[in-house]
Structure formats: structure tokens, C-alpha cells
């Protein structure tokens, strides 16, 4: 019961809060029309964070993340990775869009880029980025990893490990920060020892970090796996992996 009085209040100030703060942003695809969302200290000249939603594209949990960052210091940009008239309207159609994503990363990867091109666009110190993201978009932080975009560092929240067997793994040059959930049922043994092999043969300096009794989706105060002191760790965790690479 007291869980979900908690989440019921998080969730009324988050809603409050994000009308108030973060303003839109609309960019291009080609004939694709981009929709993300930035925080109020655009062209600042501060350090940027790129943040990339789970797999229904910008929600609260990303918002409420740019905001926080927002109070660090940061200027944050949420990408919007599938572009107006494309957002899923449930769990279903979700998985079959974020599923097109993985399969073809290179198109992943352009729209990541494009949203990196947003962030400095807005203020962004261009050699002070990182990108974090959630779920699906944890895999598109290791994504920005593996095509070794210019960022400082990545962090993936129990995002997805894989990648096709016929990629190669290639040198990581941003330091990479991975948060597990310990009971994360759709991370296989083998996807997660073959992403330890990844970042070892990139001779990147990377970092995972294993969160007890958390399953998937541990840090969103919406979901069913929410754990609030694994949750409460987890960003610690970023705010100083970010303070490490940013400042």
C-alpha cells in the first residue's frame, strides 16, 4: 500500500514538474518530424547529457531525469528516437518499433546522432557529452559506445547486451558505465559474458554495476520492478560516474 501511495505522489510531481520545465524541441529526419525535449538552461555553454528512453518513447522517467540534471548543472536532451506519428501505444507495438531499431542499429544510431546534434546545438559543451539511457535505450547508450561517437561516456540502466554475431567488436573510446538488475530475466548469461568479452577487446574502461533483488525495470517508480533503494543507488551511481567524465 505504501508503495503505491509513493508512486502515486512521484507521479503527480513529476507530471507538475515537466509542464513547467522542459520545452520541446523539433528536428528532422529527412521528411521524419523529431520531437524532443530540453531542459530551461538552454545556451549556458554547460555540459550536456543526452538521455534515451525506454521503449515507448519519452516518459516520465526520462523527464524526471532531465530535470535532476537540470539541478546538477547539466543541460539535458531527451531524443526522441521514433519521431511523431510513430509512438506506440502499448507494450505490443512497442516491442515490434524498438525491435526494428535493434535489428537495424545503424538507423539507431542516426537518430541518436541527430539528437546528439540537438544537445549541441542547445548549449552543450561539445567535448563535455554523455548519454544515458533506459531499457531500450540502454542498448542505445552501448550503441553510441560501439560506433564511438564523441561523448565522454555512455551509461546503460538495464538496457539489452545484444548484438548481431556477425559484428565485430571494435576499440570503445567513452568510458562505459552498465547498471544490472540482478534478476533481469531478459539479460542471458551469454549476452552478458559476450558484453564483458565486447568491452575488454574495445579496451574500454568500463564499469558494471550489479543491483540486488532488482528485476528489469528496477528504477522506474511506475513499473512493478520498481526497488527505491536500488533505484535511489542506481542514480547515485550516474550522478557520479557523469561528475567523473563531465566535470
Known sequence: MKKHILILI?????????????????????NQKLSGLIT??????????LILPAWKGIDNESKT???????????????DIYGDGNIPKDNTEAANISSKYKNDYKAYQ?????????????????????VIGYCFGGAGALEVARSDMDVSGVVCIHGSYAKSTDRQNKSISS???????????????????????ELNEGEADWQIITYANSAHTFTNPESNDFNPTMANRAWNHTLMFLKEVLK
Open 175 to 197: 568510458k562505459v558505465l552498465v547498471e544490472h538488475a540482478a534478476n533481469d530475466t531478459s539479460i542471458s548469461k551469454t549476452d552478458y559474458d559476450n558484453l564483458v568479452v
Open 65 to 79: 531525469a532531465a530535470l535532476e540534471l537540470e539541478k546538477q548543472g547539466y543541460i539535458a536532451f531527451i531524443a
Open 40 to 49: 530551461s538552461n538552454v545556451g549556458q555553454n554547460l555540459p550536456g547529457v
Open 10 to 30: 512521484i507521479t503527480v510531481l513529476q507530471n507538475s514538474l515537466h509542464a513547467q520545465e522542459l520545452k520541446k524541441v523539433y528536428y528532422q529526419d529527412g
Open 110 to 130: 542516426h537518430r541518436i546522432g541527430l539528437a546528439l546534434d540537438e544537445l549541441i546545438k542547445a548549449g552543450a559543451i561539445p567535448s563535455k557529452t554523455a
